[in-house]
């Protein structure tokens, strides 16, 4: 693998830009290819409690995208600090821990719980944190921490003065203009910023008029969304200084560089994993022939579209 591909992320230096989405990976991608290859990794969201997630059908495949109500279905930060995290104990890249929370104090008391945990003598590196910010916040009616930028600005400040590592939040693209919730985080002290966070959607079936998922409104993601994404990048990277994760709908080594062209510093990949496991892989692979190709660093190429 050449230097072409490398690239920062805040604090954060990366081998190449290509990381996995929170929720559409796991350790076991280990048996199908090595993970360490992989730019970082980001784990599946965890909370303060266990959560078994949402009663199922929780997952639908639309004409052009998929929907999704996992429901943060996880073991909760004790059980994964205890039995889960050891899994990515040999892994090379950095590994980045995605966590939420219902309160500001929840929030914190997860940060300071995985930064107490860093301190002990433990094999496995926590090297940043991915702050989902789009669980239902039970201080201010329920509406996600993520639509309010004040909110946002609160809860980013008070982390960002607990730990060291790289803080990145999460940026849902349900809210009127994301470019104010960015630019409050970066004003709170993040020192990045990952985007798109799913749509909302629905899906019926028209004979039955039943909901194909349980819940009702899920979580829109693949290629359809990707040009929305590209269009939230963009705006973010013109707002804001901290470098950006991007994501969403990323299924080739094409879409990568368009991200980046749009002001991304690294992508990260979700749905498109769950038919191609080793997508990450050759998209890795064909980004270095990209670059060879050409002879240039992927980097080069950062917020450089033309109109
Ligand atoms: C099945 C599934 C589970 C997800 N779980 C999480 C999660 O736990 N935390 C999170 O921040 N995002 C989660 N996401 C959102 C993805 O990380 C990503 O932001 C989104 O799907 C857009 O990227 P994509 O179109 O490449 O999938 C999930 C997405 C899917 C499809």
Not at 79 to 101: G, N, Q, R, V, W
Not at 228 to 238: D, E, F, M, S, T
């Amino acid at each position: 693998m050449n230097n072409y591909l490398k690239t920062k992320l805040g604090k954060l230096e990366l081998n190449n830009p290509v990381t996995v989405a929170s929720g559409t990976f796991s350790y076991e991608y280990n048996e199908i290819y090595d993970i360490s290859l992989l730019g970082a990794i980001i784990t599946k969201t965890i909370t303060p409690q266990r959560k078994i997630g949402n009663p199922t059908p929780r997952l639908v495949e639309t004409q052009a995208g998929l929907l999704n109500s996992i429901g943060l279905q996880n073991p909760g930060i004790n059980d994964f600090l205890k039995s889960e995290i050891i899994k990515y104990e040999h892994i090379k890249c950095p590994l980045i821990i995605s966590f939420s929370a219902s309160t500001i104090d929840e929030f914190i008391q997860m940060l300071k719980t995985l930064e107490n945990y860093s301190l002990l003598d433990n094999s496995v590196k926590i090297s940043g944190y991915e702050v989902n910010v789009s669980c239902p916040n039970v201080e201010n009616e329920g509406l996600a921490f993520g639509v309010d930028a004040k909110t946002v600005f609160n809860l980013t400040n008070k982390l960002s003065q607990l730990t060291q590592k790289e803080l990145i939040i999460k940026l849902s693209p349900n809210v009127t203009d994301i470019t104010q919730i960015a630019k409050a985080a970066e004003d709170g002290g993040a020192t990045s910023l990952s985007l798109i966070n799913t749509l909302l959607g629905m899906s019926i079936d028209w004979q039955t008029g039943v909901s194909h998922i349980k819940k009702g409104i899920a979580g829109y993601s693949g290629p359809a969304i990707k040009p929305v994404a590209l269009g939230c990048v963009y705006r973010v990277a013109n707002k804001v200084k901290i470098p950006l994760l991007a994501m969403g709908g990323v299924s080739t080594y094409k879409d990568v560089i368009e991200f980046i062209y749009a002001g991304a510093s690294a992508v990260a990949i979700g749905t498109a994993q769950f038919p191609e496991p080793d997508l990450p892989y050759e998209i890795i692979n064909n980004l270095n022939e990209f670059c060879e190709i050409y002879n240039h660093n992927l980097l080069k190429l950062k917020g450089k579209v033309r109109f």
